[in-house]
């Protein structure tokens, strides 16, 4: 599976976006997440979805501010993001793997150039 993830961008404390992940391959197969990372720093979990979309699981640091779902038809994946925060700040990455290991980085195999959210306070 190949990915890209977009919709990165500047945006005020309290402020909203989404995220986008656009796969090509077989996208029905794979759990789809969400890591983040700030530069000089590990990368962080932030959410997984599992392949029904029915199962989604989030970092303790965005419960109840960001939403993750898929559209399998078409091969997507959001990440709805609410009440931003500058400790939100980092490069978003796509990734997806074939078995779900729950709120995990190792799980994830497959990865995509990842897109910078800005925060500004």
């Known amino acids: 599976v190949q990915l890209q993830a977009f919709g990165g961008g500047l945006v005020q404390a309290g402020g909203s976006l989404r995220l986008s992940c656009a796969a090509s391959?077989?996208?029905?197969?794979?759990?789809i997440g969400w890591v983040r990372q700030v530069p000089g720093s590990e990368r962080q979990f932030v959410a997984s979805i599992s392949r029904n979309g029915v199962t989604a699981n989030y970092a303790d640091s965005v419960k109840g501010r960001f939403t993750i779902t898929r559209d399998n038809a078409k091969s997507t994946a959001h990440l709805q993001m609410n009440s931003l925060q500058p400790e939100d700040t980092a490069v978003y990455y796509c990734?997806?793997?074939?078995?779900?290991?729950?709120?995990?980085?190792?799980?994830?195999?497959?990865w995509g150039r990842g897109t910078l959210v800005t925060v500004s306070s």
């Open positions: 990734a997806a793997a074939l078995s779900d290991f729950g709120p995990c980085i190792e799980q994830f195999g497959y």
């Open positions: 391959g077989h996208f029905r197969r794979y759990i």
